[in-house]
Protein backbone atom coordinates (compact mmCIF):
# COMPACT_ATOMS: atom_id res chain seq x y z
CA UNK A 1 0.00 0.00 0.00
CA UNK A 2 1.53 3.89 -0.95
CA UNK A 3 2.32 5.09 1.97
CA UNK A 4 1.77 8.91 2.19
CA UNK A 5 3.54 11.44 3.99
CA UNK A 6 1.95 14.67 4.69
CA UNK A 7 3.30 17.39 6.34
CA UNK A 8 0.97 20.49 7.28
CA UNK A 9 0.21 22.78 10.22
CA UNK A 10 -3.33 24.18 9.06
CA UNK A 11 -5.02 21.12 10.19
CA UNK A 12 -8.52 21.54 8.36
CA UNK A 13 -6.15 21.58 5.21
CA UNK A 14 -3.99 18.03 6.51
CA UNK A 15 -7.67 15.92 7.00
CA UNK A 16 -8.94 17.38 3.95
CA UNK A 17 -5.71 16.17 1.72
CA UNK A 18 -6.19 12.81 3.93
CA UNK A 19 -9.27 12.42 3.58
CA UNK A 20 -8.82 12.50 -0.18
CA UNK A 21 -5.53 10.76 -0.45
CA UNK A 22 -7.53 7.83 1.81
CA UNK A 23 -9.49 7.47 -1.35
CA UNK A 24 -7.43 6.50 -3.47
CA UNK A 25 -6.29 3.51 -0.95
CA UNK A 26 -3.32 4.90 0.29
CA UNK A 27 -2.14 4.56 4.07
CA UNK A 28 -1.69 8.65 5.53
CA UNK A 29 0.60 9.89 8.03
CA UNK A 30 -0.06 13.41 9.16
CA UNK A 31 1.89 15.76 11.01
CA UNK A 32 1.50 19.12 12.20
CA UNK A 33 4.66 20.30 12.44
CA UNK A 34 8.18 19.94 10.68
CA UNK A 35 9.96 18.88 14.03
CA UNK A 36 10.58 15.39 14.16
CA UNK A 37 9.70 15.31 9.94
CA UNK A 38 13.13 14.43 8.82
CA UNK A 39 14.00 11.96 11.43
CA UNK A 40 10.46 10.06 10.60
CA UNK A 41 10.75 9.86 7.09
CA UNK A 42 14.52 8.09 7.56
CA UNK A 43 13.03 5.47 10.03
CA UNK A 44 9.55 4.77 8.39
CA UNK A 45 10.69 5.75 4.65
CA UNK A 46 7.29 6.88 3.69
CA UNK A 47 6.53 6.36 -0.42
CA UNK A 48 5.33 10.20 -0.94
CA UNK A 49 5.69 13.41 1.00
CA UNK A 50 3.40 16.41 0.83
CA UNK A 51 5.30 19.48 2.24
CA UNK A 52 3.96 22.64 3.09
CA UNK A 53 6.67 25.63 3.11
CA UNK A 54 5.95 27.56 6.22
CA UNK A 55 5.86 25.37 9.37
CA UNK A 56 6.60 25.71 12.70
CA UNK A 57 9.40 23.30 14.47
CA UNK A 58 11.40 23.33 11.07
CA UNK A 59 10.28 25.14 7.72
CA UNK A 60 9.39 22.89 4.29
CA UNK A 61 12.64 24.07 2.79
CA UNK A 62 14.83 23.01 5.70
CA UNK A 63 13.49 19.52 5.65
CA UNK A 64 13.47 19.13 1.97
CA UNK A 65 17.21 20.04 1.83
CA UNK A 66 18.04 17.64 4.65
CA UNK A 67 15.52 14.48 3.21
CA UNK A 68 17.61 15.13 0.55
CA UNK A 69 21.02 14.17 1.88
CA UNK A 70 19.77 10.02 2.48
CA UNK A 71 16.55 9.54 0.38
CA UNK A 72 14.76 10.30 -3.03
CA UNK A 73 11.31 9.85 -1.27
CA UNK A 74 9.32 12.13 -3.79
CA UNK A 75 8.24 15.37 -2.64
CA UNK A 76 5.36 17.87 -3.51
CA UNK A 77 5.46 21.57 -2.10
CA UNK A 78 2.61 23.50 -0.69
CA UNK A 79 3.50 27.18 -0.78
CA UNK A 80 1.39 30.18 -0.38
CA UNK A 81 4.75 32.14 -1.03
CA UNK A 82 4.20 32.59 -5.11
CA UNK A 83 7.33 34.91 -5.62
CA UNK A 84 9.88 32.66 -8.19
CA UNK A 85 12.89 32.38 -5.69
CA UNK A 86 10.58 30.31 -3.69
CA UNK A 87 9.66 27.96 -6.06
CA UNK A 88 13.28 27.86 -7.72
CA UNK A 89 14.62 27.01 -4.18
CA UNK A 90 12.12 24.69 -3.48
CA UNK A 91 13.26 22.96 -6.50
CA UNK A 92 16.36 22.97 -6.25
CA UNK A 93 16.61 21.27 -3.13
CA UNK A 94 15.19 18.29 -4.59
CA UNK A 95 11.76 18.93 -4.29
CA UNK A 96 9.63 16.97 -7.29
CA UNK A 97 6.76 19.70 -8.33
CA UNK A 98 4.97 22.32 -6.20
CA UNK A 99 1.52 23.47 -5.83
CA UNK A 100 0.42 27.15 -5.16
CA UNK A 101 -2.01 27.74 -2.14
CA UNK A 102 -4.86 27.67 -2.19
CA UNK A 103 -5.73 24.36 -4.08
CA UNK A 104 -7.85 21.53 -5.18
CA UNK A 105 -7.16 18.75 -3.34
CA UNK A 106 -8.22 17.11 -6.64
CA UNK A 107 -5.22 18.77 -8.07
CA UNK A 108 -2.86 17.50 -5.37
CA UNK A 109 -3.97 14.00 -5.41
CA UNK A 110 -3.46 14.00 -9.29
CA UNK A 111 0.02 15.70 -9.12
CA UNK A 112 0.78 12.82 -6.37
CA UNK A 113 -0.60 10.17 -8.93
CA UNK A 114 1.51 11.70 -11.77
CA UNK A 115 4.88 11.56 -9.78
CA UNK A 116 4.40 8.02 -8.70
CA UNK A 117 3.91 6.74 -12.02
CA UNK A 118 7.06 8.73 -13.09
CA UNK A 119 9.24 7.63 -10.52
CA UNK A 120 7.75 3.89 -10.41
CA UNK A 121 8.68 4.07 -13.97
CA UNK A 122 12.05 5.42 -14.00
CA UNK A 123 14.40 6.05 -17.92
CA UNK A 124 15.52 2.71 -19.06
CA UNK A 125 19.13 2.38 -18.79
CA UNK A 126 20.59 0.39 -22.32
CA UNK A 127 23.78 0.06 -21.05
CA UNK A 128 26.78 1.59 -18.45
CA UNK A 129 26.52 4.97 -19.35
CA UNK A 130 23.26 4.86 -21.55
CA UNK A 131 19.62 6.92 -21.15
CA UNK A 132 17.01 5.84 -23.20
CA UNK A 133 13.57 7.47 -22.77
CA UNK A 134 10.68 8.61 -25.55
CA UNK A 135 12.52 7.22 -28.20
CA UNK A 136 15.60 9.06 -27.89
CA UNK A 137 18.96 7.18 -26.41
CA UNK A 138 22.15 8.78 -25.29
CA UNK A 139 25.50 7.39 -24.67
CA UNK A 140 26.67 9.91 -21.95
CA UNK A 141 30.31 8.18 -22.50
CA UNK A 142 30.27 8.54 -26.15
CA UNK A 143 28.60 11.79 -26.05
CA UNK A 144 26.60 10.84 -28.81
CA UNK A 145 22.77 10.69 -29.24
CA UNK A 146 19.80 9.09 -31.49
CA UNK A 147 16.25 9.60 -32.00
CA UNK A 148 14.59 6.58 -33.30
CA UNK A 149 17.77 5.60 -34.37
CA UNK A 150 18.47 8.75 -36.44
CA UNK A 151 21.97 10.06 -34.87
CA UNK A 152 21.72 13.53 -34.13
CA UNK A 153 24.35 15.96 -34.42
CA UNK A 154 25.19 17.62 -31.01
CA UNK A 155 27.23 19.71 -29.50
CA UNK A 156 28.78 18.27 -25.69
CA UNK A 157 26.95 20.58 -24.25
CA UNK A 158 23.86 19.65 -25.75
CA UNK A 159 24.41 15.88 -25.19
CA UNK A 160 25.07 17.12 -21.27
CA UNK A 161 21.83 18.97 -21.37
CA UNK A 162 19.58 16.48 -22.72
CA UNK A 163 21.39 13.45 -20.47
CA UNK A 164 20.78 15.51 -17.40
CA UNK A 165 16.83 16.06 -18.01
CA UNK A 166 16.15 12.61 -19.45
CA UNK A 167 17.96 11.23 -16.35
CA UNK A 168 14.59 12.30 -14.41
CA UNK A 169 11.86 13.08 -16.98
CA UNK A 170 9.62 15.15 -15.23
CA UNK A 171 11.72 16.89 -12.53
CA UNK A 172 11.70 20.47 -13.37
CA UNK A 173 14.85 21.62 -13.30
CA UNK A 174 15.75 25.41 -12.67
CA UNK A 175 18.04 27.24 -15.62
CA UNK A 176 21.04 27.66 -12.86
CA UNK A 177 21.05 23.64 -12.62
CA UNK A 178 20.75 22.58 -15.96
CA UNK A 179 23.98 25.55 -16.20
CA UNK A 180 25.88 23.85 -13.72
CA UNK A 181 24.98 20.08 -15.35
CA UNK A 182 26.24 21.37 -18.94
CA UNK A 183 29.04 23.88 -18.14
CA UNK A 184 31.96 21.92 -16.65
CA UNK A 185 34.40 24.93 -16.69
CA UNK A 186 33.06 28.33 -14.38
CA UNK A 187 32.61 30.23 -17.46
CA UNK A 188 29.67 32.69 -16.77
CA UNK A 189 26.25 31.54 -18.93
CA UNK A 190 23.26 33.56 -19.15
CA UNK A 191 19.74 32.13 -18.90
CA UNK A 192 19.30 32.94 -22.69
CA UNK A 193 21.92 31.00 -23.87
CA UNK A 194 20.21 28.10 -22.07
CA UNK A 195 17.51 28.67 -24.15
CA UNK A 196 19.30 28.57 -27.16
CA UNK A 197 20.42 25.25 -26.70
CA UNK A 198 17.28 24.04 -25.73
CA UNK A 199 16.01 25.57 -28.81
CA UNK A 200 18.29 23.83 -30.92
CA UNK A 201 18.15 20.70 -29.36
CA UNK A 202 14.26 20.30 -30.11
CA UNK A 203 14.79 21.60 -33.75
CA UNK A 204 17.35 19.05 -34.32
CA UNK A 205 15.20 16.19 -32.20
CA UNK A 206 12.03 17.41 -34.85
CA UNK A 207 14.33 17.43 -37.88
CA UNK A 208 15.77 13.33 -37.30
CA UNK A 209 11.65 12.64 -37.18
CA UNK A 210 11.50 12.73 -32.88
CA UNK A 211 9.47 14.49 -30.84
CA UNK A 212 10.82 17.64 -29.80
CA UNK A 213 8.04 18.75 -27.65
CA UNK A 214 8.96 16.05 -25.02
CA UNK A 215 11.67 19.00 -23.58
CA UNK A 216 8.97 20.99 -21.77
CA UNK A 217 9.20 24.54 -21.11
CA UNK A 218 7.97 25.64 -17.38
CA UNK A 219 7.28 28.77 -17.10
CA UNK A 220 9.04 31.08 -14.93
CA UNK A 221 11.25 27.85 -13.28
CA UNK A 222 12.95 26.11 -16.44
CA UNK A 223 12.47 22.49 -18.22
CA UNK A 224 11.36 19.00 -18.19
CA UNK A 225 11.45 15.94 -20.01
CA UNK A 226 8.03 14.72 -20.29
Known sequence: ???????????????????YCERESWRVSVHLDGAVTVEWIVAEQPDFVVLDLMLPGKDGLTICKEVRRSSTVPILMLTARVDEIDRLLGLELGADDYVCKPFSPREVVTRIRTILRRVNQPPARVAD???SYGGVEIDTDGYTCSTNGVRLDLTPVEVRILAHLIARPGRVYSRDAIIRAAWEDDRVVS????DTHVKNLRRKIDNAGGQGEIIRSIYGVGYKIE
Open 129 to 131: GAL
Open 1 to 19: MTHVLIVEDEPKIAEVLRA
Open 191 to 194: DRTV
